[in-house]
């Protein structure tokens, strides 16, 4: 992966050379990632940890994957109380916004048919959090809390590997 230094003196002519449109035709992009899906799908864990390794220079192990319920208590307990005080107070209020927003499945008869709409939670959804330097609690928030409002039963969240 080329990283771009914005303190080097041909940054802008580097950033223009890669985000010029003849560099963002012909599908490389979408190649590339179809073909890191198929690996993943094909070679599970090794494959995340290959592609890991190679794109964040990060050597996990699948352990490693998922973050456990003590590093989140470990977690809950290293901030302090007023960010807690104030995730939770965002958590209600993002909360009660979107229960406003949930709408009901309805049927009626119309002529003897019947006509409506089912209003059905995805069984899974994936959240991307970014990650790096600042942290976004809200991110986190803004995303899983509508999920769960919708009944979605699995939320997964992925972030970057912190370097």
Not at 22 to 30: F, P, R
Not at 43 to 60: E, M, P
Not at 145 to 153: F, S, W
Request: hydrophobic share 40%; charged share 25%.
């Amino acid at each position: 992966m080329k990283v771009l230094m914005s303190s080097d003196r041909a940054f802008k002519a580097a950033l223009r050379r890669v985000t010029s449109r003849s560099n963002l035709q012909g599908g490389k992009v979408e190649a590339a990632v179809r073909t890191i899906l198929k690996a993943v799908a094909r070679g599970g864990d090794n494959a995340v940890i290959r592609y890991t390794k190679k794109f964040d220079r990060v050597s996990l192990k699948p352990v490693q994957f998922r973050v456990g319920p003590q590093q989140i208590k470990e977690a809950y307990y290293q901030i302090r109380k007023e960010e807690g005080d104030a995730l939770r107070y965002a958590a209600q209020r993002i909360m009660a916004f979107h229960e406003r927003q949930r709408t009901k499945t309805w049927m009626y008869q119309d002529n003897g048919a019947t006509l409506g709409q089912m209003v059905m939670p995805l069984d899974a959804v994936g959240l991307y959090v970014p990650g790096g330097k600042a942290v976004y609690p809200s991110s986190v928030l803004m995303a899983a809390i509508p999920a769960k409002v919708a009944g979605v039963k699995r939320v997964v969240m992925c972030t970057p590997t912190p370097r």
